[in-house]
């Protein structure tokens, strides 16, 4: 009895350090919310296979022409501020202006969102995934929520096209 539940216990901790280290795999759409693309009926929507681990690994997305762009994700660690490397632990309304990526956020998600949500988070990665076309798409994805909320995976994104997208996981 006492080898049978040492070997299911083993077999258990193999299992589980392999599924982490292989990681896991999240599907999501990349909803056009304006340029180009809002043109077009019906409405082209991009999709994306994201993989992680404990934390993000790569990103994969289809666009609706068949082009394959592929990142991998970076953490933006609390207190940085992205696109700004010479102000480490600077997380205030004037510095976090300089983010690239924050007027999507405020387009897609309302005025000052990234300043409030966003900024600062635990959970905030980016990526710039390059096409096998041409194609270059600017993400960002952070969790939402607390240990005592529901949490959500949200995310921006924008193209060289003129495009914007609202991320969506499934």
Request: charged share 20%; glycine share 8%; proline share 6%.
């Given at each position: 009895?006492?080898?049978?539940?040492?070997?299911?216990?083993?077999?258990?901790?193999?299992?589980?350090?392999t599924a982490l280290m292989l990681g896991c795999a999240?599907?999501?759409?990349?909803?056009?919310?304006?340029?180009?693309?809002?043109?077009?009926?019906?409405?082209?929507?991009?999709?994306?296979?994201?993989?992680?681990?404990?934390?993000?690994?790569?990103?994969?997305?289809?666009?609706?022409?068949?082009?394959?762009?592929?990142?991998?994700?970076?953490?933006?660690?609390?207190?940085?501020?992205?696109?700004?490397?010479?102000?480490p632990g600077k997380t205030d309304a004037k510095d976090?202006?300089?983010?690239?990526?924050?007027?999507?956020?405020?387009?897609?998600?309302?005025?000052?969102?990234?300043?409030?949500?966003?900024?600062?988070?635990?959970?905030?990665?980016?990526?710039?995934?390059?096409?096998?076309?041409?194609?270059?798409?600017?993400?960002?994805?952070?969790?939402?929520?607390?240990?005592?909320?529901?949490?959500?995976?949200?995310?921006?994104?924008h193209d060289n096209r003129d495009n914007l997208y609202?991320?969506?996981?499934?």
């Amino acid at each position: 009895m006492k080898k049978t539940l040492a070997a299911i216990l083993l077999t258990t901790a193999i299992l589980l350090t392999t599924a982490l280290m292989l990681g896991c795999a999240a599907k999501a759409h990349f909803y056009p919310v304006q340029g180009p693309l809002m043109s077009q009926t019906p409405l082209p929507v991009p999709t994306a296979k994201i993989t992680y681990g404990v934390t993000p690994h790569d990103l994969i997305v289809t666009l609706p022409d068949g082009e394959v762009c592929k990142g991998h994700w970076t953490i933006v660690k609390r207190g940085e501020v992205p696109g700004k490397t010479d102000a480490p632990g600077k997380t205030d309304a004037k510095d976090a202006a300089t983010s690239p990526m924050q007027s999507d956020w405020d387009t897609v998600f309302g005025s000052g969102y990234y300043v409030a949500h966003v900024l600062g988070t635990k959970y905030y990665a980016r990526t710039t995934a390059t096409g096998n076309r041409g194609t270059v798409l600017h993400v960002e994805i952070y969790v939402s929520g607390t240990e005592h909320e529901e949490r959500a995976l949200r995310g921006v994104a924008h193209d060289n096209r003129d495009n914007l997208y609202k991320l969506t996981l499934d």
